[in-house]
């Protein structure tokens, strides 16, 4: 699977490796072209995924604010309701393409 703006690759992996929730593709971190996600300051708080951190997405062709996003520290119970720890994890708002 790729994550990719304006044909720019800015995530990539096998899909077995991604974790899908909410109709949303989460991206293990080592799958992130480095420098592609800067931090953002918006704040949010998933009911019951917890905290969440937004990421602004960086390519040649411009900045897409708040393009992503990640849960970095789960609450305990998200990971039993997914069956999976995705701690780290990136998904990504739309405007960025992801597909097989």
């Known amino acids: 699977?790729?994550?990719?703006?304006?044909?720019?690759?800015?995530?990539?992996?096998?899909?077995?490796?991604?974790?899908?929730?909410?109709?949303?593709?989460?991206?293990?971190?080592?799958?992130?072209?480095?420098?592609?996600?800067?931090?953002?300051?918006?704040?949010?708080t998933c009911p019951w995924k917890g905290p969440a951190q937004y990421f602004h997405v960086v390519t040649p062709a411009g900045t897409r604010e708040d393009g992503a996003w990640s849960y970095p520290d789960l609450k305990p119970s998200a990971v039993d309701r997914v069956?999976?720890?995705?701690?780290?994890?990136?998904?990504f708002s739309p405007g960025v393409t992801v597909a097989a």
Do not use: K
């Open 83 to 91: 069956g999976r720890d995705f701690a780290g994890y990136v998904a």
């Open 1 to 44: 699977m790729r994550a990719t703006v304006d044909g720019t690759v800015i995530a990539e992996a096998p899909e077995d490796e991604l974790v899908r929730i909410e109709g949303n593709w989460y991206f293990p971190p080592s799958a992130v072209t480095d420098g592609a996600l800067t931090p953002s300051p918006t704040a949010y």
